[in-house]
């Protein structure tokens, strides 16, 4: 039941942080909320990139991004697509534009990659420049430098969430008794 086992969408570049991506999966399993990302996504046949990564999002309860050295894919479409952003941009903008609880893991320059993990690409350089931005502005980020920091640091943030969405599950639940309470009040018996 969503209910029970809340979707989380996680988003980000994915051949450079699989091991990154597994050890996030991981923490959400041991937390009872499912991870909803590219590994289990199955489109429907009249999906394309943009399309089914939106729908991914507007599945979650919550989003988590994770931003490496690289840009990712970008899907050049002048009616969804017109600022040119990468798929994973493009989650994240949806996940805003939803209110989704939202967080952001930023790799580190410290952290250990390997040639191919980084951004050669000097125009897709600067649009991974303005994620990194965007991602960071007006919100507190977990910033890794390792795959074994990153372990601990998501850990301990996808519990944070998992009571987040708990609370605000509550929270919605009695707003919605006392609103249904109010439209359809119990009347007094007779004397």
């Known amino acids: 039941s969503d209910l029970l086992f809340p979707g989380v969408m996680v988003s980000s570049t ?7 991506r597994a050890v996030l999966m991981d923490a959400l ?6 991870a909803i990302g590219m590994e ?32 990712g894919q970008v899907v050049e479409c002048s009616k969804r697509n017109p600022l040119g952003y ?9 996940a805003q534009r939803l209110g989704l609880p939202t967080l952001i893991f930023v790799m580190s320059e410290d952290h250990d990659v390997k040639k191919r993990d980084v ?6 350089i600067g649009k991974l420049d303005e994620f990194r931005k965007a991602a960071k502005a007006g919100r507190i980020y977990i910033l890794f430098k390792s795959l074994n920091d990153f372990t601990a640091q998501a850990i301990h943030s996808v519990a944070r969430l998992r009571r987040y969405i708990e609370a605000e599950s509550s929270r919605r639940v009695e707003a919605g008794k006392k609103q249904a309470a109010t439209l359809n009040p119990i009347p007094i018996p007779p004397a």
Do not use: Q, W
């Not at 399993?29 to 499912?34: A, G, M, S, Y």
């Not at 990468?86 to 949806?94: G, P």
């Open 14 to 20: 994915f051949k450079d942080l699989e091991k990154h």
């Open 119 to 124: 951004e050669t690409d000097p125009t897709k």
């Open 40 to 71: 289990d996504y199955v489109p429907t046949p009249e999906d394309d990139v943009i399309s089914s990564s939106l729908n991914m999002v507007r599945k979650g309860s919550a989003y988590i991004g994770l931003v490496s050295h690289r840009c």
């Open 86 to 94: 990468s798929v994973a941009r493009l989650e994240y903008e949806e």
């Open 29 to 34: 399993r041991k937390e009872e909320l499912h």
